[in-house]
């Protein structure tokens, strides 16, 4: 009923829609190659709520799970970002093993896992009883299908049947059994578990193997007894549960199939609800890749099992598959170099693919997957097993398997401010994202290039813009602050001091006001701008030509531009948090410091290679720039880009000290005066503002300030303040921002203890 159905669809069909989820499991491991004996890392939250890292068998075997994604490239990268929050959630000295099979050990090293959950405990010490401790350290990757609604129900309509439901399990029983057909190609492509390190079984193998995980001798299977049919639903259904009542299996979940279906805790629910989804459980972990299975292999394996549906259904199903079953055996015990043995058939599935790929004209990548299988076929070497036995030293993987694992965690330590996968976000957001994931807030981006984020737990949602934009301020607040004339007006009516000047909407009354400021230092910035952006400071009178430049890049940034005074005093950046100052910077100028050697240009070049900067706010420093702004303040100095400064002079190439244009962050948090904090958290209060950043200009840090005498200026207030320059700070230890944000949206989480 269902053969030739994928044949007669249209060529112009999307055939690639499906939906997909990776599990990938993995032990925490120390720098010697030995079994952490540490616990759940706690800073990973509850377990009992998390939605992507949790613990499998025992507690140094990591288990971590990916949202329901929407393409094969959607759930490696999320699975990346997952995998780099784990990796960087661990203790310093631990590791996670990048190996199928674990590094030695003893099987009472092994610990069952700590859950909350009694009968989850229960289970796991059944397993012990049945299984033994060491088989379950055999760690691997589980790759979950479903196929998209709109191919589901094209296929559906064309099936001419009248039961969805009915259909549905079709479908995915079909899949099922054509997949346990031939698992041995996949066992042959994708096995990567050769041997096993010394005395982890009663019996040891004798000689390498290509996957003594996919075999039923040396990999987790269930007793001889259990034997469930695929041949129909209604029969796998009694199958099943006539084990569980003959105490063979103890629950369903205990069927350890390479493929399980999935959707229900019960077998019996799909005759009514239908399969959701299937779960093929045969792949190794690929030590080649850090996270242990390509995007080359995902896209194969899809392409692999739509090819299964291309196929003529089996018409002795129970009987071919134990057939297969047994050569499924013999290609995973062979050496990794050996070919395939002679009844194998891997043509009939190679064309298959090259049929559905050709009917359906998918694109050249698709093609050249095909044609990477097939060289795999001739060339046993090319295998991932075949490329492992390279690396085989005294019968053992323990040495290649470390190196490995400190190497994939070196570099997940690299650039620790970013989330993997998702550099080309705004810094605040990827780290508002790994805090999320981390913690186990359950979370969607809802537009990438808006920086916007979808964040749940349980009923509970909050809609959270570049890291902190969120509910809890509401929409007059942003737009008031981002007007500096409404912000000094309500600052100046609470008895805030700030900057007195004047506004101008056009360039001739701006340079009409010149006479009144000739002999001042001012400040000219644009009226509704942040980062920093169009700001010139002159500490000394300015020229009038200097001034009238000044203008123009000012009103290049915004239609109205304000003039001030300008405060003598250092400046630094408060950040409040629900009425709290939880952070205070003190921002350097963009500068530089001679060496008598380079000029300018040069030490700002030699400046910006530090691993801190980068642009887009996408690292914790600016590169450093040489623009009009910049040459401008150079000239005021007496330089030029080529000047050669004397060794130890230092420039400054900015009047503003925002991070944004190159300046150095310094953080004074602990050192910073109680009182100021307070004031700070003061105005933002006055704002009505959740989230604040607050400039002030502080001409005697030694002097305590309050309302009556403030002995400071506010400059500015930020509505979206960054958080990522108080964590990665140039100079001091920094402070933690996005942590705080999440505590204070989700103060009901069980890792918050409320």
């Known amino acids: 009923m269902l053969n030739q159905l994928l044949q007669k669809l249209p060529e112009n069909t999307n055939i690639l829609e499906a939906t997909f989820g990776l599990e990938r499991e993995g032990l925490r491991v120390t720098p010697e190659g030995k079994i952490a004996k540490s616990d759940h890392p706690s800073v990973l939250g509850s377990r009992t709520i998390h939605p992507y890292i949790q613990t499998d068998f025992s507690e140094e075997q990591l288990e971590l799970i990916t ?23 661990l203790e310093p000295n631990e590791a996670i093993w990048p190996l199928s099979m674990p590094p030695y050990l003893k099987a009472e090293d092994i610990e069952i896992a700590k859950l909350d959950n009694p009968e989850e405990v229960a289970y796991r010490q059944q397993l012990v009883a049945t299984y033994g401790k060491l088989i379950q350290s055999i760690s691997g990757i589980h790759y979950n299908f479903e196929l998209g609604k709109n191919l589901f129900q094209t296929l559906f309509l064309e099936s001419q049947l009248d039961n969805s439901v009915d259909f549905r399990n079709q479908v995915y029983m079909k899949l099922a059994r054509q997949f346990l057909n031939y698992q041995w190609f996949v066992t042959y492509l994708f096995g990567a578990t050769p041997l096993a390190e010394k005395n982890f079984y009663l019996n040891m193998p004798q000689g390498l193997a290509r996957a003594l995980r996919a075999s039923k001798t040396y990999g987790y299977a269930n007793d001889d007894k259990v034997q469930i049919s695929f041949s129909s639903l209604d029969n796998y259904i009694s199958d099943i549960e006539e084990n569980i009542v003959q105490g063979h ?60 549906l291309w196929l003529d259904d089996l018409e002795n199903a129970d009987a071919d598959i134990e057939v297969a079953k047994t050569l499924n055996e013999k290609v995973a ?30 694109d050249a990548y698709y093609q050249g997957l095909v044609e990477q299988m097939e060289l795999a076929v001739k060339a046993p070497e090319t295998t991932i097993c075949g490329r492992l036995f390279g690396k085989i030293a005294d019968a053992s993987l323990a040495a290649f398997g470390l190196t490995k694992a400190l190497e994939y965690h070196q570099e997940s330590t690299q650039a620790p401010y970013s989330l993997k996968g998702y550099e080309s976000m705004e810094l605040s957001t990827q780290m508002l994202m790994f805090d999320a994931i981390q913690k186990g807030v359950n979370l969607e981006i809802l537009d990438e290039n808006d920086q916007f984020l979808k964040l749940w737990h349980q009923d509970h949602v909050e809609l959270v813009k570049n890291g902190n934009m969120t509910s809890r301020d509401n929409y007059v607040v942003p737009l008031a602050m981002a007007n500096k004339t409404v912000t000094k007006k309500i600052l100046d009516q609470a008895g805030f001091p700030t900057p007195q000047g004047q506004e101008f909407a056009n360039m001739d009354a701006a340079i009409r006001y010149y006479p009144l400021i000739a002999d001042k230092a001012i400040v000219v910035k644009p009226k509704s701008t942040n980062f920093g952006l169009g700001i010139s400071i002159f ?11 000044a203008l123009d890049i000012a009103f290049a940034e915004d239609s109205d531009v304000l003039v001030e005074e300008f405060i003598t005093g250092t400046e630094y950046r408060f950040f409040t948090l629900n009425g709290k100052c939880e952070a205070v910077l003190l921002r350097l100028a963009a500068n530089v410091v001679g060496d008598g050697k380079h000029s300018i240009k040069d030490l700002v070049d030699l400046k910006n290679q530090d691993p801190l900067r980068g642009s887009g706010h996408r690292s914790p420093l600016e590169k450093i720039q040489l623009g009009d702004i910049e040459q401008l303040m150079l000239a005021q100095q007496g330089y030029d880009v080529d000047s050669v400064l004397e ?108």
Not at 539 to 549: C, E, L, N, R
Request: charged residues 20%.
């Open 67 to 89: 949202p329901i994604s929407d393409s094969t490239r959607q759930a490696r990268r999320r699975l990346g970002a997952i995998f780099d929050v784990t990796q960087r959630s």
């Open 249 to 308: 299996l103890s629950l369903e979940k205990e069927f350890y199939s390479a493929v399980r279906l999935r959707g229900s805790k019960h077998s019996r629910d799909y005759l009514e609800k239908g399969i959701s989804y299937v779960e093929f459980r045969n792949f190794d972990i690929n030590p080649f890749d850090p996270l242990g299975i390509s995007q080359e292999t995902l896209d194969s394996f899809h392409l692999f099992i739509l090819s299964l």
């Open 333 to 362: 015990l062979a050496h990794p170099l050996d070919p395939l043995p002679a009844q194998a058939q891997p043509q009939i599935i190679l064309d298959a693919m090259r049929d559905l790929v050709q009917h359906f004209h998918l």
């Open 539 to 549: 500490q000394k009178p300015a020229s009038q030509a200097d001034y009238a430049k």
């Open 647 to 754: 060794e130890g002079v230092k420039v400054e190439l900015r009047g503003n000290s925002n991070i944004s244009t190159g300046g150095d962050s310094v953080d004074l948090t602990e050192d910073m005066d109680q009182s100021y904090k307070d004031l700070a958290a003061q105005m933002a209060d006055v704002m009505g503002a959740w989230v604040c950043g607050v400039d002030l200009i502080i001409p005697d840090i030694n002097q305590k300030a309050d309302i009556n005498q403030p002995n400071v200026h506010c400059i500015e207030l930020n509505f979206n303040p960054s958080m990522y320059m108080h964590t990665y700070c140039h100079q001091g230890p920094g402070q933690a921002i996005t942590p705080k944000i999440l505590q204070e949206l989700f103060p009901e989480l069980p890792i918050y203890g409320k």
